[in-house]
Structure formats: structure tokens, C-alpha cells
């Protein structure tokens, strides 16, 4: 029996098969062989200054742990569903085509208007033009096997950046139209998956516990019927980043 799992494609939805656990145990990040520092040992004035820096990390890692390329596995490339890149600046332009789905479409520019564009350095807007944005959205039927949405890099996509921050433009989005009569007919899930789809053009990854400080509060969370809404914690860090 197959199983979806968080740990195998951390960067795109699939609906989990019914018999299996919707979530995995997160491996413990506790390490018996750590050593730990005797800060008592120190004099105050550097113990103090080993705080700080210690509490600046923490901070920082909550803040900004689910967001960029990622790894050799996950490449920023062109039409390849495990791809992760970020995008070239916070100007978001979005083509949909004529045949879009109505209602993928509504919710589409929808989580563009309410979820994306009040960010601040963030402007999601549509476009007429294919040639000259940011995200083509699409849909059509990948059948049962397939994702329920993923984006990858276009065919004609240009690239920039590197390590974490590389980035492709244009991003493909794809609806997969096999749930056309099923999910996708439910409102809720709609806006799960477009802002969820819309977040990864971004950058953003699937949100854990092990990288985000309020998971159960983003559409990045990564579960059948997830939340709506991108998080306060997404959100600042779009604005650092962009």
C-alpha cells in the first residue's frame, strides 16, 4: 500500500489514500551527544552576548525556515512537478487561461487579491498577456495518479539568482482537472489549493512544524482541506524577502 508522507515531496499537493495516516511522526531533532556549553562558567558580560545571539537564531529560524530553493532533489527547473525556485521580485503578474475552470479561477485571482496582494512589497495582479508574466495557471486532466495542483518552471523560463534564493520566470501552475467533479467542486478546497499553489510560486514551502511557527494557521500546511489564508508568519516573510 502507497502512502503519501510530508518527508517524500515537501513541495506539492497530493490527496492522501484514504487507509493510510494523513501525517507522519516528525523525527526528533534531540541529540543525546550534544554538548552542552556551561554558560554559568562564563563571565557575565559574554554569557550575556551567547544569549542574545542564541535568541537571534531561534527568531530567525522560526521566521524564515519555509521559504526558498531548496536541494539537489528539488532543482529549480523547467516542468518538473518536485521543482522549487523563488520568484524574481515581489511583482507578481499572473496570466489564467481562457479555459480555466470557473471556479479555479475565481478563487485564483481571489487568493491574488485578499491573500497575496495586501503583503507588504507584494503586488499580485492578472495580466492578458502570456508572454511578458510572472505565472501561467492552467488546468487539465492528469488522472488519479496525479497532483491535485503543483507548479514547476516553464519551458521558456529564464533563471536567476542562486542557492536559495534562485528563481524562474515564468512559473507554471497546473490544476489537475481529474478532481474537476470531486474537490473541486467544494469552495473551501478551491481556496486551499490556489493559495497554497499561488504560494509556492513565491517560494514559500509546505508548512511543518519543524519550519514554521504556526503551521495549522497557512494554506502552505500541507493536508487535504487545509487553511484558506496565508499565515502572519508567511506573510513577514515575504516581506523580507521581497
Not at 531561534?58 to 512537478?81: I, P, R
Request: aromatic share 10%; with cysteine.
Amino acid at each position: 500500500m502507497t502512502c503519501w508522507r510530508q518527508t517524500v515531496h515537501p513541495m506539492r499537493v497530493r490527496l492522501p489514500n484514504p487507509a493510510c495516516p494523513l501525517t507522519s511522526p516528525l523525527p526528533s531533532t534531540h541529540d543525546p551527544r550534544a554538548v552542552r556549553f556551561p554558560i554559568r562558567r562564563l563571565p557575565p558580560f559574554l554569557a550575556l552576548i551567547l544569549v542574545m545571539a542564541a535568541l537571534v537564531t531561534v527568531v530567525g529560524t522560526a521566521k524564515g525556515s519555509n521559504w526558498g530553493a531548496l536541494d539537489s532533489y528539488h532543482l529549480c527547473t523547467e516542468m518538473d512537478v518536485q521543482s522549487q525556485c523563488t520568484a524574481n521580485n515581489g511583482i507578481h503578474v499572473v496570466w489564467l487561461e481562457s479555459q480555466l475552470m470557473t471556479q479555479l479561477r475565481t478563487a485564483t485571482l481571489n487568493t491574488m487579491e485578499e491573500d497575496y496582494e495586501p503583503i507588504s512589497g507584494i503586488s499580485a495582479e492578472e495580466t492578458t498577456d502570456s508572454e511578458n508574466t510572472d505565472v501561467r495557471v492552467f488546468d487539465s486532466n492528469f488522472g488519479t495518479s496525479a497532483y491535485a495542483g503543483y507548479t514547476t518552471c516553464a519551458s521558456d523560463a529564464t533563471y536567476g539568482g542562486s542557492g536559495i534564493s534562485q528563481w524562474c520566470r515564468p512559473h507554471i501552475l497546473y490544476y489537475n482537472l481529474y478532481f474537476e467533479n470531486t474537490y473541486f467542486q467544494d469552495a473551501p478546497y478551491r481556496r486551499w489549493i490556489a493559495c497554497h499553489e499561488m504560494g509556492h510560486t513565491f517560494g514559500l514551502w509546505h508548512a511543518t512544524a519543524n519550519n514554521h511557527s504556526n503551521p495549522g494557521n497557512s494554506c502552505m500546511k500541507n493536508v487535504h482541506y487545509g487553511p484558506e489564508d496565508v499565515s502572519t508568519h508567511d506573510g513577514n516573510h515575504l516581506e523580507d524577502e521581497y
